[in-house]
């Protein structure tokens, strides 16, 4: 909070001081002032992006977890997919939109709502995928002296044990997925977005303009990644613990 | 004296046939009476741990014999002979205190109200009754320590193999918990091998410590304890306590005092 403030109120001097011309560069002031003044332009954008970014973290964590179930279920197809799943995650899938946008008309939001869906899938799908695995040595051993059957370990313990994998993962992708909408606004299609503002403004230099629906990007992350962190707290109360430990 | 648990000659190898072959245990022989609390006790690598995991059938023995009640371990297992609790409590963070409790009841098949009735009667028995609806991680250690002594001990096994349980508790809460255990094993008559790296505890728990040594793991001694079974906080500071105290701890030295190789 404290560093904020000093970074903003240095920004603002520095920019005042030194005379850099708005086109360069806005102060803080001036970011603010565009911002009031464009806001319903930004809220909308907003809306756009976080739309997209929600639909993808949505159906992403679904896919994430049926995929993550059913490789957990039968063995031969984990060791297939696992090792090809952590491959692809490596790529900056981010490109890949370059080529979906080609793939629809040029004012569908399908492609970056791809690209939001590939982002959140693969985090939960990691994710789960560990929690379905990993469990603890004492966990094992008390079902094995329980005499569990395979199907009983699975609903008993991995199941729920990946549970707060899953939260976890939805944590991490949340934020993924608004950058991903994002960034898949710079490569064409409807200029509705906070990406393709962003873009825009900056290119036609207004600078002030632009930075204030960069604000308005923070602000939709931020609104993510809280609402991911409150979903885990509800969810799996004892990873509170466990982190805060 | 009838029999718990017999182990005739057993040998148990890792990695047989590797660069990395570990003879964790060589003939070692031992006999645990009904209703006897028999500690295991050595230097780390002794395989206390893998001889508890041989009856318990969550190893195999590599050579050798072991019975549990009369049968084969792996019989044992799949009648729930034998209740089981590690140094971790290891309890379900999304399960109630009540349904960590009823588990393995569950898994057994036991119909729904049977098994919060033996739950209750378990949180009773180890004095936590008002927590049957509480989650693992909003209890204590020592307390998450005693619903895994209930869930251990919840299909009413005669046999209760403990592997360290105290071992992460802090030296107050932990002779609680073994005056606890002596209690509840008094009051459900369970025959319990214990093992632990604590001389003190193995000798105010026990009736009988078996002393191990490692490379490859064998029984040096056996050192019958011969306490009052009604021991309180005063048995910690009586003369024969600390004169077992010891014996044992010469025992672990291996210069043996007295009893010897048990032979019973």
């Given at each position: 909070m404290v560093f904020g403030v000093v970074f903003l109120g240095a920004w603002e001097v520095f920019v005042r001081w030194q005379h850099v011309r708005p086109f360069v560069l806005a102060p803080p002031s001036k970011v603010w002032a565009a911002g009031a003044n464009n806001l319903e332009g930004i809220v909308d954008a907003m809306k756009v992006s976080g739309g997209n970014a929600l639909l993808g973290l949505l159906f992403g964590t679904v896919l994430g977890c049926l995929v993550a179930l059913f490789t957990a279920a039968v063995r031969w197809i984990g060791e297939i997919v696992n090792p090809l799943a952590i491959a692809v995650n490596?790529?900056?899938?981010?490109?890949?939109v370059a080529i979906f946008t080609r793939m629809y008309e040029a004012d569908s939001e399908t492609p970056r709502r791809i690209m939001t869906t590939l982002t959140a899938f693969f985090v939960v799908f990691i994710n789960v995928s560990r929690g379905l695995r990993e469990n603890s040595a004492t966990h094992n051993e008390l079902m094995q002296s329980y005499a569990a059957t395979t199907r009983q370990k699975f609903l008993k313990l991995r199941l729920p044990n990946a549970s707060s994998f899953l939260f976890t993962g939805i944590r991490v992708a949340a934020p993924l997925t608004v950058i991903t909408a994002i960034v898949a606004e710079y490569f064409g299609g409807n200029r509705n977005g906070l990406g393709a503002s962003i873009s825009g403004f900056f290119s036609i230099s207004k600078k002030d303009v632009g930075l204030a629906y960069v604000a308005g990007a923070s602000v939709l992350g931020l609104l993510f990644f809280l609402l991911a962190a409150v979903l885990e707290y509800v969810s799996v109360p004892w990873q509170r613990r466990r982190v805060s430990k | 004296m009838t029999l718990a648990v017999e182990v005739i000659d057993v040998h148990k190898v890792f990695n047989a046939g590797h660069s990395q072959r570990v003879e964790a245990l060589a003939a070692v022989d031992v006999m645990v009476g009904e209703g006897e609390f028999v500690s295991l006790i050595g230097p780390s690598g002794c395989g206390k741990s893998t001889l508890l995991r041989l009856v318990a059938d969550l190893l195999e023995p590599t050579a050798g014999r072991i019975a549990v009640n009369g049968k084969t371990p792996r019989q044992a297992r799949l009648d729930q002979d034998y209740g089981m609790a590690f140094q971790q409590a290891g309890l379900f963070d999304w399960r109630t205190v009540a349904k960590n409790i009823e588990l393995p009841l569950e898994l057994k098949g036991w119909d729904k109200a049977k098994r919060r009735d033996r739950a209750l009667e378990m949180l009773e028995l180890v004095k936590l009754p008002d927590r049957a609806d509480a989650m693992p991680w909003q209890l204590s250690g020592g307390q998450q320590q005693r619903i895994a002594i209930a869930r251990a001990l919840a299909s009413h096994p005669s046999l209760l193999l403990m592997d360290e349980p105290f071992g992460a508790l802090d030296e107050m809460t932990r002779e609680h918990m073994q005056a606890e255990l002596l209690r509840i094993c008094a009051a459900t008559k369970t025959t319990v091998i214990f093992v632990t790296h604590s001389i003190p505890e193995a000798v105010y728990l026990s009736d009988r410590v078996v002393v191990m040594s490692a490379g490859p793991g064998r029984i040096t001694s056996i050192v019958s304890v011969g306490l009052d079974r009604s021991r309180d906080e005063g048995t910690r500071e009586a003369k024969q306590f600390y004169d077992k105290i010891t014996e044992v701890r010469e025992a672990l030295r291996g210069n043996p005092v007295g009893a010897g190789r048990d032979d019973r």
């Open positions: 490596a790529i900056p899938i981010v490109v890949l | -």
